[in-house]
């Protein structure tokens, strides 16, 4: 059993633009690359899991979220990047599933499927429901404050993360500090 990176999408490794429909409309955060890069060199397996309840609010359909995903991946691998897994939860907050973060469902099925050690991985995301199901998954949480004004979530995301970072490639050096892999 390895310790994984778990990983938000929107807001944490692109620009969160409200729903994201198609594949041409997705772009990474300049430092992303170079950051999760950083964790690959380091030996971590990358996991993204995503709430992506445009799924059935029918904004977009199942295969056009596999698109988008395509083209997040293709645009990591030209920086030599590999996911381990992406896992998507694409129901309604109103259907209760297990897998709509905070919910930790994404978490089990990534360890039962991977073999990873949930309580040795860590989880970035730049909301509450991210911080909140890390740490229910009993993962180290990460929050990028991303400085989203009226952040009505801030008070208990500061209470309940165990590091704030102003970046998603602060958040990556924290987490090899922690480790002991840097180099
Ligand atoms: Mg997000
Ligand atoms: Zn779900």
Redesign the pocket.
Known sequence: MKGAVFL?????LNP?AGYISRAEDFFLFEETPLALRKLVDAGYPLVVVTNQSGVARRLFSLEELHEIHAAMEKQLAEHGVFLTAIYGCPHHPEENCRCRKPGIGMFERASKEHGIDLRGSFMV???LV?VQAGRAAGCQTIWIDRKYPNNKDEGEIRKLAHYTAESLMGAVDWMLKLSGRRE
């Open positions: 938000d999408r929107d807001g944490t969160d995301g730049d909301s991210d």
